[in-house]
Nanobody, 123 residues
Framework: QVQLVESGGGLVQAGDSLRLSCTASGRTFFSYGMGWFRQAPEKEREFVAAISGSGGSTNSADSVKGRFTISRDNAKSTVYLQMNSLKPEDTAVYYC????????????????WGRGTQVTVSS
Protein backbone atom coordinates (compact mmCIF):
# COMPACT_ATOMS: atom_id res chain seq x y z
CA GLN A 1 0.00 0.00 0.00
CA VAL A 2 1.35 3.41 -0.98
CA GLN A 3 1.26 6.19 1.57
CA LEU A 4 1.83 9.85 0.76
CA VAL A 5 2.39 12.54 3.37
CA GLU A 6 2.35 16.20 2.37
CA SER A 7 3.85 19.03 4.38
CA GLY A 8 4.82 22.67 4.03
CA GLY A 9 1.46 24.38 3.72
CA GLY A 10 0.53 27.44 5.70
CA LEU A 11 -0.75 31.00 5.75
CA VAL A 12 1.29 33.52 3.77
CA GLN A 13 0.85 36.92 2.18
CA ALA A 14 0.55 37.61 -1.52
CA GLY A 15 3.98 37.61 -3.13
CA ASP A 16 5.48 35.18 -0.62
CA SER A 17 6.88 31.73 -1.31
CA LEU A 18 6.23 28.25 0.06
CA ARG A 19 7.71 24.85 -0.65
CA LEU A 20 5.48 21.83 -0.34
CA SER A 21 6.95 18.38 0.19
CA CYS A 22 5.40 14.97 -0.30
CA THR A 23 7.13 11.81 0.88
CA ALA A 24 6.02 8.45 -0.47
CA SER A 25 6.39 4.96 0.93
CA GLY A 26 5.38 1.51 -0.21
CA ARG A 27 6.29 1.61 -3.90
CA THR A 28 9.33 1.78 -6.15
CA PHE A 29 9.24 5.55 -6.30
CA PHE A 30 11.30 6.31 -9.37
CA SER A 31 9.16 4.22 -11.72
CA TYR A 32 6.10 6.40 -11.51
CA GLY A 33 5.04 9.90 -12.31
CA MET A 34 4.05 12.21 -9.50
CA GLY A 35 1.74 15.18 -9.52
CA TRP A 36 0.37 18.03 -7.48
CA PHE A 37 -3.29 18.98 -7.62
CA ARG A 38 -5.31 21.53 -5.69
CA GLN A 39 -8.89 22.12 -4.67
CA ALA A 40 -10.22 25.51 -3.69
CA PRO A 41 -13.45 25.90 -1.72
CA GLU A 42 -16.51 25.08 -3.83
CA LYS A 43 -14.36 24.25 -6.85
CA GLU A 44 -13.31 21.01 -8.48
CA ARG A 45 -9.87 19.62 -7.92
CA GLU A 46 -7.49 20.77 -10.64
CA PHE A 47 -4.08 19.85 -12.02
CA VAL A 48 -1.15 21.96 -10.87
CA ALA A 49 2.05 20.21 -11.94
CA ALA A 50 3.44 16.80 -12.87
CA ILE A 51 6.86 15.22 -13.11
CA SER A 52 8.06 12.01 -14.74
CA GLY A 53 9.57 9.10 -12.88
CA SER A 54 13.13 10.20 -13.54
CA GLY A 55 12.35 13.88 -13.07
CA GLY A 56 13.45 14.63 -16.61
CA SER A 57 10.05 15.83 -17.79
CA THR A 58 7.72 18.28 -16.10
CA ASN A 59 4.56 20.13 -16.94
CA SER A 60 2.39 22.63 -15.11
CA ALA A 61 -0.92 24.39 -15.45
CA ASP A 62 -0.95 27.70 -17.28
CA SER A 63 -2.14 29.44 -14.12
CA VAL A 64 1.09 28.59 -12.29
CA LYS A 65 3.64 28.54 -15.10
CA GLY A 66 6.63 30.69 -14.27
CA ARG A 67 5.74 30.74 -10.56
CA PHE A 68 5.58 27.08 -9.43
CA THR A 69 8.26 24.44 -9.98
CA ILE A 70 7.89 20.72 -9.40
CA SER A 71 10.91 18.57 -8.61
CA ARG A 72 11.70 15.22 -7.05
CA ASP A 73 14.44 13.48 -5.13
CA ASN A 74 14.10 9.77 -5.79
CA ALA A 75 16.72 8.92 -3.18
CA LYS A 76 14.40 10.47 -0.59
CA SER A 77 11.16 9.33 -2.27
CA THR A 78 10.04 12.93 -2.10
CA VAL A 79 8.44 15.31 -4.56
CA TYR A 80 8.45 19.07 -4.06
CA LEU A 81 6.40 22.00 -5.24
CA GLN A 82 8.19 25.32 -5.00
CA MET A 83 5.61 28.08 -5.10
CA ASN A 84 6.77 31.65 -5.67
CA SER A 85 4.87 34.91 -6.13
CA LEU A 86 1.82 33.42 -4.48
CA LYS A 87 -1.56 34.97 -5.18
CA PRO A 88 -4.83 34.85 -3.21
CA GLU A 89 -6.28 32.68 -5.99
CA ASP A 90 -3.67 30.03 -5.16
CA THR A 91 -5.51 29.40 -1.88
CA ALA A 92 -6.51 25.73 -1.83
CA VAL A 93 -5.83 22.33 -0.35
CA TYR A 94 -2.85 20.90 -2.23
CA TYR A 95 -2.63 17.17 -2.84
CA CYS A 96 0.21 15.07 -4.14
CA UNK A 97 -0.47 11.85 -5.99
CA UNK A 98 1.25 8.91 -7.64
CA UNK A 99 0.37 8.04 -11.22
CA UNK A 100 -0.12 4.59 -12.68
CA UNK A 101 2.17 5.71 -15.47
CA UNK A 102 5.63 7.17 -15.95
CA UNK A 103 4.30 10.67 -16.68
CA UNK A 104 0.77 11.97 -16.74
CA UNK A 105 -1.26 15.14 -16.26
CA UNK A 106 -4.65 13.42 -16.13
CA UNK A 107 -6.28 13.06 -12.72
CA UNK A 108 -7.84 9.73 -13.64
CA UNK A 109 -4.38 8.23 -14.10
CA UNK A 110 -3.39 8.95 -10.52
CA UNK A 111 -3.84 5.99 -8.26
CA UNK A 112 -2.75 7.08 -4.81
CA TRP A 113 -3.41 10.38 -3.08
CA GLY A 114 -2.20 12.16 0.01
CA ARG A 115 -4.54 13.80 2.49
CA GLY A 116 -3.59 17.30 1.41
CA THR A 117 -2.04 20.38 2.93
CA GLN A 118 -3.75 23.75 3.21
CA VAL A 119 -2.22 26.78 1.53
CA THR A 120 -3.82 30.12 2.29
CA VAL A 121 -2.64 33.31 0.62
CA SER A 122 -3.89 36.60 2.04
CA SER A 123 -4.04 39.78 0.00
Amino acid sequence: QVQLVESGGGLVQAGDSLRLSCTASGRTFFSYGMGWFRQAPEKEREFVAAISGSGGSTNSADSVKGRFTISRDNAKSTVYLQMNSLKPEDTAVYYCAVSRYYFSMTQDSYQYWGRGTQVTVSS
